[in-house]
């Protein structure tokens, strides 16, 4: 027999071989089993529908230590989801949903969130991640940048929905994440950046109506904003891109 042969029909090679294709496939089922841990078991989203749990199963709870101390559970059996109101387009299965409601709140499509932890973003060393400049003497716009503070913000209709506040800043990403907007009746809300557009004579916001900043999802806090609050606040200038008006919803030809 030659070297490295056990029998005269096995060697070392094939055995090797043998163990790398049980490895391999071992990985593939863990990944795919941890991938299981979240998003599943699939809602089918209608009364009574059937549950999926695709395969393999959902794994059993595991906790994760932050670093900030606390604990996640995942997957989490009695963790909330996000809300919605909607009912479907038509009967039959994959029916799209339609909003119930006001489509900007109704959490559907591109203004669906999920049920994040309902506290502000930490940096590394536990301090708020997302604040105003006005909590953050240490940040600034800069001096070849366009400073929208006392701009107006005007709406999809051309409208002016108020006025630029104050800009807030992640402090660990170095960057704008919101323009908070003082409305014309009084309250304040926050506007993602990603969402508008700062000119020199104002910020233009595509997404939403004028009239529609009223109904913007306000914070708890004054000075801060909690993961829950960003998705919801993102959901509904998301919401807006397609819902703002009815044509939106039309197709383009």
């Keep these: 027999m030659e070297t490295g042969a056990i029998t005269q029909y096995?060697?070392?090679?094939?055995?090797?071989?043998?163990?790398?294709?049980?490895?391999?496939?071992?990985l593939v089922y863990?990944?795919?089993?941890?991938?299981?841990?979240?998003?599943?078991?699939?809602?089918?989203?209608?009364?009574?529908?059937?549950?999926?749990?695709?395969?393999?199963k959902v794994p059993p709870s595991k906790v994760y230590r932050l670093a900030d101390g606390?604990?996640?559970?995942s997957p989490d059996p009695n963790r909330p989801d996000g809300a919605y109101s909607a009912q479907p387009s038509r009967r039959?299965?994959?029916?799209?949903?339609?909003?119930?409601?006001d489509p900007l709140l109704a959490g559907v499509g591109p203004g669906a969130w999920a049920a994040r932890a309902d506290h502000p973003d930490m940096t590394f060393d536990g301090h708020v991640k997302i604040v105003p400049l006005r909590a953050a003497d240490d940040h600034g716009v800069a001096i070849q940048d366009n400073d929208p503070r006392g701009l107006p913000v005007i709406g999809a209709d051309g409208e002016q929905a108020g006025t630029v506040r104050d800009l807030w800043v992640d402090k660990a990403e170095m960057m704008f994440r919101y323009i908070e907007v003082q409305l014309v009746a009084g309250k304040s809300v926050l506007l993602p950046?990603?969402?508008?557009?700062?000119?020199?004579n104002g910020v233009?916001?595509?997404?939403?109506l004028a009239e529609q900043f009223s109904n913007v999802p306000t914070t708890q806090v004054a000075d801060q904003v909690t993961l829950l609050e960003e998705e919801k606040i993102?959901?509904?200038?998301?919401?807006?891109?397609l819902y703002a008006t009815p044509n939106r919803q039309e197709p383009l030809l």
């Excluded at 299981?36 to 809602?43: A, Q, V």
């Excluded at 950046?193 to 020199?200: D, G």
């Excluded at 993102?234 to 891109?241: E, F, N, R, V």
């Design 193 to 200: 950046m990603n969402f508008a557009r700062i000119r020199k």
């Design 30 to 56: 863990y990944l795919l089993r941890e991938n299981h841990r979240e998003g599943y078991p699939m809602d089918p989203g209608r009364e009574n529908g059937p549950v999926t749990g695709g395969w393999p």
């Design 234 to 241: 993102m959901a509904y200038y998301g919401a807006g891109t």
């Design 70 to 73: 606390r604990e996640f559970l």
């Design 92 to 101: 039959g299965l994959g029916a799209p949903l339609e909003p119930v409601g």
């Design 10 to 26: 096995v060697d070392v090679a094939q055995l090797v071989l043998y163990a790398f294709w049980l490895f391999f496939f071992g």
């Design 204 to 208: 233009e916001v595509h997404a939403l």
